[in-house]
Structure formats: C-alpha cells, structure tokens
Nanobody, 118 residues
Framework: QVQLVESGGGLVQPGGSLRLSCAAS????????MSWYRQAPGKGRELVAA????????KYASSVKGRFTISRYNAKNTMYLQMNNLEPEDTAVYYC???????????WGQGTQVTVSS
C-alpha cells in the first residue's frame, strides 16, 4: 500500500534552514508529480511546493518562493524540500503527497513538525 514518510523537521531560529525528506513507496514514484503541503495550528492544509515526475517543472506558494526549493531523487523514491531563511509563519506540520495541484492519495503520512522560533 501507499506509504509516505516525512522527516527532517525540527526547531530552528528565524533565518535558519532545514531540509525535509519524503520517502515514498507502494506506487510508481517515477510516474507521479509530488508535492509538499503544510498545516499550521488552527489552519487548513496548504500546498507549499510541487514538482513534476521528471523534476523539470516546479511551482511554489507565493509565501515561500525564493526561500524554499523542491527536488526529487527518483532512484531513491525520495523528494526533498530545502527551506532557507525560515520565518515564524513557516511553523507547521509538513506533509508530502503525490500530485501537482491536488493530492492524489487520501492517505497522509504522520508529517514532520517544523517550528521556527527564537
């Protein structure tokens, strides 16, 4: 079955960096676009960044453009999110899923907590 395992979150000061990873299994990873989502306390889940199956096209939410970089390593069925110049507003649980604009799978992993605070 589909498994999505997010990791790499933590507590970081404003201006700091983190690199998130998403390990995928149970589907043909190389055939699917992939995306990062986040959910802040009391808010809905929002799309943060997406990448096509080949990695040739990416898109970002306006709030993270220029600070976050999405990438993928198809040989290892893994996707990444490099987050630089983090802001307190980036505090959220980050999730991954297949798809470029809407999540394909109803299944969500446990997510990884990112907390940006001084």
């Amino acid at each position: 079955q589909v498994q999505l395992v997010e990791s790499g979150g933590g507590l970081v000061q404003p201006g700091g960096s983190l690199r998130l990873s998403c390990a995928a299994s149970g589907f043909t990873f190389t055939s699917y676009a992939m995306s990062w989502y986040r959910q802040a306390p009391g808010k809905g889940r929002e799309l943060v960044a997406a990448i096509t199956s080949s990695g040739g096209t990416t898109k970002y939410a306006s709030s993270v453009k220029g600070r976050f970089t999405i990438s993928r390593y198809n040989a290892k069925n893994t996707m990444y999110l490099q987050m630089n110049n983090l802001e307190p507003e980036d505090t959220a649980v980050y999730y991954c899923n297949a798809g470029f604009s809407v999540p394909i799978y109803a299944y969500w992993g446990q997510g990884t907590q990112v907390t940006v605070s001084s």
